[in-house]
């Protein structure tokens, strides 16, 4: 059984950091795209960043590149997002989500129907 667990969430002001992971069980983690989502309150869940099973080319959506940062830890099975200079915007639910197949060639989903596992994410609250 697969299961994918976020950790690192909190609440913190306008233009601080914070570190998100994600551990991934039940799976061979280093074969797997994975991505962050986010889903804002009473809206719908957006990618916020994915990157390929190699952990190569990563994808940010535009309103966090520059500030967020996402790694593929394949040694550690961890899944990292890193976030500086937060912005009450970025207030959401995060969540890690793990592609349905592996060996996805240089691709990571944008869309969540694109994913097969998640968590049951990590809430980000950025006050002003």
């Known amino acids: 059984q697969v299961q994918v667990v976020e950790s690192g969430g909190g609440s913190v002001q306008a233009g601080g950091s914070l570190r998100l992971s994600c551990t991934v069980s039940?799976?061979?983690?280093?074969?797997?795209?994975m991505a962050w989502f986010r889903q804002p309150p009473e809206k719908e869940r957006e990618v916020v960043a994915c990157?390929?099973?190699?952990?190569?080319?990563?994808y940010y959506r535009d309103s966090v590149k520059g500030r967020f940062t996402i790694s593929k830890d394949n040694a550690n099975k961890t899944l990292y997002l890193e976030i500086i200079s937060s912005k009450p915007e970025d207030t959401a639910m995060y969540y890690c989500?793990?592609?349905?197949?592996?060996?996805?060639?240089?691709?990571?989903?944008?869309?969540?129907?694109?994913?097969?596992?998640w968590g049951t994410g990590t809430q980000v609250t950025v006050s002003s």
């Open positions: 039940g799976l061979t983690f280093d074969d797997y795209a």
């Open positions: 990157i390929t099973w190699a952990g190569r080319n990563p």
């Open positions: 989500a793990v592609d349905r197949a592996p060996w996805t060639p240089n691709w990571c989903g944008r869309i969540a129907r694109e994913y097969g596992y």
